[in-house]
Every structure is written in C-alpha cells, then in structure tokens.
DNA sequence: TGCCGTAATTGGTTCAAACCACACGAACGC
DNA sequence: GCGTTCGTGTGGTTTGAACCAATTACGGCA
C-alpha cells in the first residue's frame, strides 16, 4: 500500500513531522512492507517519497535504530532487525517475568484513570495523531500482527495524551510486557477477521469518546475492551 | 573566555566538532565555570562563541542532557542540573521531567490499589522484612533524609508484596521521580521532628493493619499518607 | 499601584545544501 | 585470472536559515 497519502493533503501538523515519519516507517516494517533483514530505502529517496528533508528521515531513524528495529551501516544502508514473530526483542528485562495475569491487574489499574486524564489533557494536535492511528487500524483487515502492534501505538498514544511522563514510562512498561507475553501469539490466534472488526467497532467508539471530551463514554470502551482482553485470557486457560 | 581555540584555526576535523562541543561544556559544568542551577548561555551565544552552528551546539546539549547534566526549559534557558557533590546520579532519564503535581497524581493511581494487593499477598517474610525497616524507621529522631530513603524503601517492599513484578518495576519510576523531586523541592525542609513523629504513628499503624491482613484499615493509613504528603506539597506554592 | 498586552528572548523543529568517510562493484591494468 | 583503482551510492557530520512555541521582560493603560 505504501502512501503518498503526505500530511499535505489536510492536516499538516507542524512539530509532528518526525513522528509521522517514525509512525509510518515502522509501521512498514511491522506489516512486513519492509521484511526482516531487508535493506530500506536509502535516507535520501526516503526523504524525497515521504515529502521531508532528509534530516527529518535520519531524526526518525535514529529512534527506530534505538528501538532496535533497524541497524544502519555506512555505505551500505539501513536494514530491518525487527522480527515480527521473534520472542527476541529490545524489550526491558522485567517484561519476561510477567505473567498475562500480572499484565492484566496492572492494565486494570492504569488504564482507566490514564483514560479519564487523557480526556481531559489530550491537545487537538495528539487527537488528530490519533486519528491517524485510528484510520490505519480501520485498514487492517486480517492482518492480526499488524493490528496489535497498531493497538499498542493507540493505546500509547493515548497515555501520551496524559501529559504525565511518569504515566508515559509506566505505561510503556506495560505495552512491552504486553508484547513479551506469551499469550500474545494465542491472542492473536483469536483475532479472527471478524473479531477484528469488533475490536474496530469498540476502538472507534473509544476515539469519538475522546474527541467529544466524554469521558464516562470514553471510560466505559475502555473497560469494556479490558474485559474483551480478560475474557480471551481466561477461555484460553 | 575559556577557548577561542576554534577548529577553525588550523586542524578542522569534521566528525568531531560535536565532541569538542561536548567536551568544553562538560568540563565547564564539572570545574564549576557553569555553576549547578545556574543559567547556562543561549544556544545562539554559545554557537557564536565556540565558533560553530546553532545546530552541533543542539546536538551537544542534547548528550549532555541525556546524561542529566543539563535541564532545557523552551522559552527559559538550559540550566546545570549536575551536582558536584551528588550524592546519587543513576536515575532514570525519565524522573528528571516529572513535576511534583504528575508524580502526586500517579501515586494516587498506583498506592491504593498497590496496598490492596499486597495485604492479600505478602509473604510472612516480607512482612517480617518490613517489621525490620519500620523499627529503623522508628529509630529517626531528626535526620530527615535517612527518614525518606527508609520511607521509600518501605514502600518498596510492598510494591514487592503485591508478587506482581510489573507493577513494581513501575513503581521502581515512581520511586525514582520522588527521589529526583526531593532533591529539587524543599521537601525536607517541612521534615521537622514533630513531623517525622506523626510520620512514624502513620507508617505504625500502616504495618499493623498489613500485618493483620486489614485491607480497608491499610488503605485508609495509605490514602492518610497520600493526603499529608500532597497537603505539603499544595503549601509549597 | 496594579494589571494586561505586546515585544523580545529562548529552546524546539524543519528545511536545504554541502562535504566527508566508508562500502561495494565495475572497469582497468598487469 | 587476479588484484588494483576508481566511480558511485550510502550513511555521517556540519552549516545556515527560517519559522514555531513557550517564557519572560517591559511598557503603557486603568
């Protein structure tokens, strides 16, 4: 699919360049647009596709080679690292001791409050991100891989939107340990097309919550998406 | 003052402008020249008189914030963060951003319901463990500092109590953004004997209500002590 | 005197251009 | 044939400029 679908056509959002060129990159390398192991575009016919300067690439690919997804070798190029189906990742040692149990209490106990926060703090510029988010997820079809990993990016988005970066550090432990969960690989098993679009419907209804400043209607998608997540993990015991 | 031995007299070495930088301000801020707290020049000053672009200063004060030595304030200034005599310097990046206000809020999100888990689960021998650090704690007179690092180790303890090894690596941040908010805020100031006193009738009672497995009686000492620490922190503005 | 709005200053972001050093391959010479 | 050389492409670094956004300082107005 690729895009050329550039933020010139609508919202331009200056001071959000990096980060939707970060977005759309590692989303291509999530959905295997970019194999494992491939070599990327070189810097400069990036910038020229993505409509940026060449500066805004390498800011963008500084992080995602601090992520550990791409490794760069001057004069040859950049090349994916990431492993979609890898139990191998840059993810925080904790993350391997926690069971999907553990994951999940800790889920129920931040989420709802990082929700009503985020309601309350999110500028229009992050819920315009979100939106974006949003649209791709609506994209995805079967491609359960792809859609966690688009779950994750909403959810973090979201926990951006707080305004708390103690939160932010919080949550992002969560997510990793979310991603290191074994369980993960039987979740996604169960993220059948057709539960695919429930998820949609319910992330759809969580995004209007949020634009609206709802914040019982935006609390109320996200209980019930936790509860979704606690049912497949117990039906899967 | 300090050098106009620019690289442009003479020996220019492209690939090393950035560390020259690097290693001036570093060396300034060690020796003092820059003082801890202080202001240090503007990014365009600072380029002018090194004798390089805005932009190799940027990159420079980017690394030497990264290393906590330097806090940059958009509108304000770059301000020396780097404490000679430090005691402690291995906080995590994150704590650094993290105002009085959001670490407050994220306590409230995480304690409560920290405590309820800990009462159900903790071990006989955590609990013992925790005996041991309340008797010290018991045993502070006046030094105030011991008394907040016993403090945060007894809330350590019961992160580790709730068996959920997520949730205390979160709590881990929390612990370190308080650390890093004492050594700004006057926190200690308000420390009084007669204060740690009441301190200490608190965390006593605390332990009783853990030891007894009382869930409600624990979380009301915990919410006891969330309120008195954020009715401190309101009087500080 | 006190308050508010504007102007100046500061860090934050993005752009465009030029040059360097390295890597790889193709053309060349032996 | 084999090794060297040189050209081209790639990431790496630095520069200079322009604009944005947060903050502060100042001056005039009530």
Redesign the pocket.
Same mark, same amino acid.
């Given at each position: 699919m690729a895009n050329s679908s550039l933020p010139s056509s609508g919202a331009y959002l200056?001071? @959000?360049?990096?980060?939707?060129v970060i977005e759309t990159l590692s989303t291509r390398i999530v959905t295997q647009e970019y194999a494992s192991e491939e070599r990327?575009?070189?810097?400069?016919?990036l @910038?020229q596709d993505l409509?940026?300067? %060449?500066?805004?690439v %390498?800011?963008a690919?500084d992080q995602l080679e601090a992520r550990g997804m791409i490794r %760069? %070798?001057?004069? #040859?190029? #950049?090349f994916v690292t990431y492993d979609p189906d890898g139990e191998n990742s840059a993810t925080s040692p904790v993350a391997a001791d926690v069971g999907p149990l553990q994951l999940q209490v800790m889920r129920g106990i931040l989420e709802p409050e990082m929700m009503r926060l985020a309601v309350v703090n999110m500028t229009p510029r992050q819920i315009e991100a979100l939106s974006v988010v949003l649209s791709k997820m609506e994209a995805v079809q079967a491609d359960a891989t792809a859609f966690v990993r688009l779950e994750e990016e909403f959810h973090r988005l979201i926990a951006e939107g707080t305004g708390n970066p103690l939160l932010l550090a919080c949550y992002n432990l969560v997510l990793d340990a979310r991603r290191q969960s074994f369980r993960t690989a039987m979740y996604r098993r169960h993220l059948t097309p057709a539960r695919i679009a429930i998820y949609q419907r319910g992330y759809n209804g969580l995004f209007n919550a949020i634009a609206a400043r709802d914040i019982e209607e935006a609390s109320e998608f996200m209980k019930l998406s936790l509860i979704e997540d606690q049912r497949i993990l117990l039906q899967e015991d």
């Amino acid at each position: 699919m690729a895009n050329s679908s550039l933020p010139s056509s609508g919202a331009y959002l200056p001071g @959000a360049t990096v980060k939707y060129v970060i977005e759309t990159l590692s989303t291509r390398i999530v959905t295997q647009e970019y194999a494992s192991e491939e070599r990327l575009p070189s810097e400069r016919q990036l @910038a020229q596709d993505l409509g940026v300067a %060449r500066n805004t690439v %390498r800011e963008a690919l500084d992080q995602l080679e601090a992520r550990g997804m791409i490794r %760069r %070798r001057a004069g #040859s190029g #950049s090349f994916v690292t990431y492993d979609p189906d890898g139990e191998n990742s840059a993810t925080s040692p904790v993350a391997a001791d926690v069971g999907p149990l553990q994951l999940q209490v800790m889920r129920g106990i931040l989420e709802p409050e990082m929700m009503r926060l985020a309601v309350v703090n999110m500028t229009p510029r992050q819920i315009e991100a979100l939106s974006v988010v949003l649209s791709k997820m609506e994209a995805v079809q079967a491609d359960a891989t792809a859609f966690v990993r688009l779950e994750e990016e909403f959810h973090r988005l979201i926990a951006e939107g707080t305004g708390n970066p103690l939160l932010l550090a919080c949550y992002n432990l969560v997510l990793d340990a979310r991603r290191q969960s074994f369980r993960t690989a039987m979740y996604r098993r169960h993220l059948t097309p057709a539960r695919i679009a429930i998820y949609q419907r319910g992330y759809n209804g969580l995004f209007n919550a949020i634009a609206a400043r709802d914040i019982e209607e935006a609390s109320e998608f996200m209980k019930l998406s936790l509860i979704e997540d606690q049912r497949i993990l117990l039906q899967e015991d």
